[in-house]
Antibody, heavy 119, light 111 residues
Framework: EVQLVESGGGLAQPGGSLRLSCVAS????????MSWVRQAPGKGLEWVAN????????NYVDSVKGRFTISRDNTKNFLYVQMNSLRAEDTAVYYC????????????WGRGTLVTVSS | QSALTQSASVSGSPGQSITISCTGT?????????VSWYQHHPGKAPKLLIY???KRPSGLSNRFSGSKSGNTASLTISGLQAGDEADYYC???????????FGGGTKLTVL
């Protein structure tokens, strides 16, 4: 089955760190751009970060630049995001999504993992 | 960059048609034909409905259709069904550094 499954969410303190993982199955991760998208409680979707197939290009929303790092392991079919210096406003459900580079749409999503930043 | 603008809510009765609009700027919708639409039932994975403004993924019902004119994109759902009750988001490419931006979402209620 073609799917994405996120893990690694939980409770973190302000200033703390978390690493989220996303495992892809049913397709080769190495063939696709991948992204993280989040949804804060009661809010809409917000794109967070992209990474090209070979990891050579990355983009981030301004609010996470310098704090979040997207990475991937194409041999294991995993996508990651390392989140440092977490803030209360980073509290959200984080979705892993497959991005069609060049035409810029997300054609496959995971169900998300909840990150709560609170003391 | 600010989110695309969508109305907060829309409603319709079973069998009716509704249209959700999404307004952007010269930096996104007006410049690129790369707008997509997603259906999101809370607690589930979002689902692609429309890409490149008016294309449907293979296997998706033709009750869903999209269009774009200038800086406004629209999603039309015809023959409303109870299962269509969900949140709907538009999304547009916005250039190299910004990548993509979403609309604020529209909650569809089927009466």
């Amino acid at each position: 089955e073609v799917q994405l499954v996120e893990s690694g969410g939980g409770l973190a303190q302000p200033g703390g760190s978390l690493r989220l993982s996303c495992v892809a199955s049913g397709f080769p991760l190495r063939s696709y751009w991948m992204s993280w998208v989040r949804q804060a409680p009661g809010k809409g979707l917000e794109w967070v970060a992209n990474m090209r197939q070979d990891g050579g290009e990355q983009n981030y929303v301004d609010s996470v630049k310098g704090r979040f790092t997207i990475s991937r392991d194409n041999t294991k079919n995993f996508l990651y995001v390392q989140m440092n210096s977490l803030r209360a406003e980073d509290t959200a459900v984080y979705y892993c999504a497959r991005l069609r580079g060049g035409v810029w749409y997300f054609d496959l999503w995971g169900r998300g993992t909840l990150v709560t930043v609170s003391s | 960059q600010s989110a695309l603008t969508q109305s907060a809510s829309v409603s319709g009765s079973p069998g009716q048609s509704i249209t959700i609009s999404c307004t952007g700027t010269n930096s996104d919708l007006a410049t690129y034909n790369l707008v997509s639409w997603y259906q999101h039932h809370p607690g589930k994975a979002p689902k692609l409905l429309i890409y490149e403004a008016n294309k449907r993924p293979s296997g998706l019902s033709n009750r869903f259709s999209g269009s774009k004119s200038g800086n406004t994109a629209s999603l039309t759902i015809s023959g409303l069904q109870a299962g269509d009750e969900a949140d709907y988001y538009c999304c547009s490419y916005a250039g190299y550094s910004t990548s993509v931006i979403f609309g604020g979402g529209t909650k569809l209620t089927v009466l």
